[in-house]
Nanobody, 123 residues
Framework: VQLQASGGGLAQAGGSLRLSCAAS????????VGWFRRAPGEEREFVAA????????NYADSVKGRFTISRDNAKNTMYLQMNSLKPEDTAVYYC?????????????????WGQGTLVTVSS
């Protein structure tokens, strides 16, 4: 599975961005997909995950109520809608997938990773 993240950029605090992650190589049916981020000088941290039917999602407390993860299995693509952005959301965002239909929050649980897309939020 190859993952290609896009949509990062510069936003002002309170603004919005939408990240996309397109998968190729195989259909993600049955796969859980998620987003992680790494801020400068920090460890990679969990942001959100969605199980393969799209019916169940999980969010980090820091983004709950502001970010929304979704997926379009027909397009083999997942998304992260980020609203009410804060400067502390500044990070490189990575999409990831794991070949089981159960959500995980640790990076080690995901076997496939995209290259990352930079999100910068100015105050």
């Amino acid at each position: 599975v190859q993952l290609q993240a896009s949509g990062g950029g510069l936003a002002q605090a309170g603004g919005s961005l939408r990240l996309s992650c397109a998968a190729s190589g195989r259909n993600l049916r049955g796969y859980t997909v998620g987003w992680f981020r790494r801020a400068p000088g920090e460890e990679r941290e969990f942001v959100a995950a969605i199980e393969w039917t799209g019916g169940t999602t999980n969010y980090a407390d820091s983004v709950k109520g502001r970010f929304t993860i979704s997926r379009d299995n027909a397009k083999n693509t997942m998304y992260l809608q980020m609203n009410s952005l804060k400067p502390e959301d500044t990070a490189v965002y990575y999409c990831a997938s794991r070949s089981v239909p159960f959500m995980g929050v640790a990076p080690i649980e995901y076997g496939y990773w995209g290259q990352g897309t930079l999100v910068t939020v100015s105050s």
